[in-house]
Structures are given as structure tokens and as C-alpha cells.
T-cell receptor, first 116, second 112 residues
Framework: KAGVTQTPRYLIKTRGQQVTLSCSPI?????VSWYQQTPGQGLQFLFE???????NKGNFPGRFSGRQFSNSRSEMNVSTLELGDSALYLC???????????????FGEGSRLTVL | AQRVTQPEKLLSVFKGAPVELKCNYSYSGSPELFWYVQYSRQRLQLLLR??SRESIKGFTADLNKGETSFHLKKPFAQEEDSAMYYC??????????????FGKGTKLSVIP
């Protein structure tokens, strides 16, 4: 089956702009989570959605937001971009059932955002 | 707060030598621990998780709650093991259970 798909793969924005990234999970997966990866901070959890509800949230400012649609596809939005938002944004999907992560998180290839 | 520490950014070993990638964690409850791997030009993928107690590609990892460690080991390194390895933790049932906290990773280089 098709893997996790993220679009766009690369994008360049300027400070103050906003950006929307999209993630299509593996068919049948209802949990979608987002991570920011930078050389300095590594992989940091942004948020996780399950059945259109945000279930977990990391320690990022309110400029970072997300949503999930009824078909489990998810988007994340970053408003008022700052230079420090330059990063690889990874999306991961999982069936999301059960009280804990019982299976694998399947990652996409990421969206590389550069803020100038 | 939960934290995962991988003390080595880079580990170089010769082919056929034993490998140990260190991972220490801090978490107040009963965590679930994982090792993820990223080979060159590939996606981040699960290598193994402590709950399944399995050996994948010759790698094993034992959860030591006393030392709060989850080191990854392989008795004989192969060139194809060269990759970036991430140790990760998730909380038990409840809030944060689908949230992974990652270490900063260790790049393993196996010298032929």
C-alpha cells in the first residue's frame, strides 16, 4: 500500500508569511502526528491528531497549528514565519487505536521549509 | 519532563566488530522505548521496540529500568548497518501516549 505522502516537498518563504503543509496517511490509519527536525534541536513533536481531534500537543507557540479531515488527511500551518522555523517537517501515521503506540509510526519523506 | 539522551553523535566501528549505541532516558512512569533508523536517502523507520523483545537485523535492545537505559547492540557490524539511529520514548496510557520524544541521534559508520 502507498506510504505516507507529504506535499510540498520543498518550499521557500520569507519572514512574516504563512505556510500550509499537507500529509496523507497510509490508508486506514487514523492517527497523524507532526514533527519538526532541525540540526540543533533534532526531532521535536508538534502535535498528533486522531479522528479529527488533536490528542497530543508539543511545546510550540500558537503560530503552529494543525487540523485533520474526515478522510484522515492532515494539514499543519505556520503563521508569521520566523527564520528559526526553517526545518524539515515530518508527518507520521499510525492506526491510532489502543491506549499507546502499539505499532510503528510510518514517516513521510518530509517537507523542507526554508525561511528567508 | 521526559528526555532521551544519546551521548554519541558519531560512532565508527570496523566491519565484524560489536556495536553498542547508547540511550538513556528520564521519565517518571513506565515508558515505551523504541529505536528508529534512517538509512541514506530513506525514510525514518522503526527498527525495534522494547515491548516486543525481538531481534531485528541482528540488533537487540534491553530495557534496564534501574539504569534507565535502552542500549542498542549487535554482535557483528555489517556495512549496511551504517545509518542514523534514534532512540525514542513514549509515555504509557493517557496523555502523551502517541507522542514520541526522540534523542538527537547517533550516526553509525561501519568501516569495511
Amino acid at each position: 500500500k502507498a506510504g505516507v505522502t507529504q506535499t510540498p516537498r520543498y518550499l521557500i518563504k520569507t519572514r512574516g508569511q504563512q505556510v500550509t503543509l499537507s500529509c496523507s496517511p497510509i490508508s486506514g490509519h487514523r492517527s497523524v502526528s507532526w514533527y519538526q527536525q532541525t540540526p540543533g534541536q533534532g526531532l521535536q513533536f508538534l502535535f498528533e491528531y486522531f479522528s479529527e481531534t488533536q490528542r497530543n500537543k508539543g511545546n510550540f507557540p500558537g503560530r503552529f497549528s494543525g487540523r485533520q479531515f474526515s478522510n484522515s488527511r492532515s494539514e499543519m500551518n505556520v503563521s508569521t514565519l520566523e527564520l528559526g522555523d526553517s526545518a524539515l517537517y515530518l508527518c507520521a501515521s499510525n492506526h491510532g487505536l489502543g491506549p499507546t503506540i502499539t505499532g510503528e509510526l510510518f514517516f513521510g519523506e518530509g517537507s523542507r521549509l526554508t525561511v528567508l | 519532563a521526559q528526555r532521551v539522551t544519546q551521548p554519541e553523535k558519531l560512532l565508527s566501528v570496523f566491519k565484524g566488530a560489536p556495536v553498542e549505541l547508547k540511550c538513556n532516558y528520564s521519565y517518571s512512569g513506565s515508558p515505551e522505548l523504541f529505536w528508529y533508523v534512517q538509512y541514506s536517502r530513506q525514510r525514518l523507520q522503526l527498527l525495534l521496540r522494547h515491548i516486543s523483545r525481538e531481534s531485528i537485523k541482528g540488533f537487540t535492545a534491553d530495557l534496564n529500568k534501574g539504569e534507565t537505559s535502552f542500549h542498542l547492540k549487535k554482535p557483528f557490524a555489517q556495512e549496511e548497518d551504517s545509518a542514523m539511529y534514534y532512540c525514542a520514548l513514549s509515555g504509557g496510557p493517557g496523555a502523551g501516549s502517541y507522542q514520541l520524544t526522540f534523542g538527537k541521534g547517533t550516526k553509525l559508520s561501519v568501516i569495511p
